[in-house]
T-cell receptor, first 109, second 113 residues
Framework: DAKTTQPNSMESNEEEPVHLPCNHSTISGTDYIHWYRQLPSQGPEYVIHGLTSNVNNRMASLAIAEDRKSSTLILHRATLRDAAVYYCIPSKANSKLTFGKGITLSVRP | DADVTQTPRNRITKTGKRIMLECSQTKGHDRMYWYRQDPGLGLRLIYYSFDVKDINKGEISDGYSVSRQAQAKFSLSLESAIPNQTALYFC????????????FGAGTRLSVL
């Protein structure tokens, strides 16, 4: 499995955009990049995934570097409900996921 | 009702006791997983099952066993609980697709005294 490096924590203000970085320099060419988040006292939930191109969905956007060695999860307008631990997980197709420590996002009102 | 249901939600037990954590799902998924989470750490995979007849060890299977009773049910057992198995346990499911997107239960908080 590709190793990931994420900052331990990040702070944001409510209603401002948030960019959560992840380095995965050992990613293989066939690994998808998944992002999950874990709200307080809950199980993780899927956020978004990508392979090579940038992706958007109703929750977030995912920007993938051209060399795929890093990616950034973008929350366009942070809300208090977005305070969570965010996990970046490179994973091969049909393979199990390996969760690291993730990045803890705090959102200030 | 939740798609992935874990029971019990909280459990306190004593060292040496046998305990079973249960997971059931209504998503119709073939794949099921058990993870544990310790404070400040990410989730670590204990066991996983890609279909009813398939059981695989994860990275920390020692001291645990599992049973896949049906497509919808996957149980985790601690044969003889010890204090360092005190943790938050999560069950997850996924469809048999390339992306393997996982859906998690709410967790079981287990304390072993």
């Amino acid at each position: 499995d590709a190793k990931t490096t994420q900052p331990n924590s990040m702070e944001s203000n409510e209603e401002e955009p948030v960019h959560l970085p992840c380095n995965h320099s050992t990613i293989s060419g066939t690994d998808y990049i998944h992002w999950y988040r874990q709200l307080p006292s809950q199980g993780p939930e899927y956020v978004i995934h990508g392979l090579t191109s940038n992706v958007n969905n109703r929750m977030a956007s995912l920007a993938i570097a051209e060399d795929r060695k890093s990616s950034t999860l973008i929350l366009h307008r942070a809300t208090l409900r977005d305070a969570a631990v965010y996990y970046c997980i490179p994973s091969k197709a049909n393979s199990k996921l390996t969760f690291g420590k993730g990045i803890t996002l705090s959102v200030r009102p | 009702d939740a798609d992935v249901t874990q029971t019990p939600r909280n459990r306190i037990t004593k060292t040496g006791k046998r305990i079973m954590l249960e997971c059931s799902q209504t998503k119709g998924h073939d794949r099921m997983y058990w993870y544990r989470q310790d404070p400040g750490l990410g989730l670590r995979l204990i066991y996983y099952s890609f279909d009813v007849k398939d059981i695989n060890k994860g990275e920390i299977s020692d001291g645990y066993s599992v049973s896949r009773q049906a497509q919808a049910k996957f149980s985790l057992s601690l044969e003889s609980a010890i204090p360092n198995q005190t943790a938050l346990y999560f069950c997850a499911t996924s469809a048999s697709t390339t992306l393997n997107i996982q859906y998690f239960g709410a967790g079981t908080r287990l304390s072993v005294l």
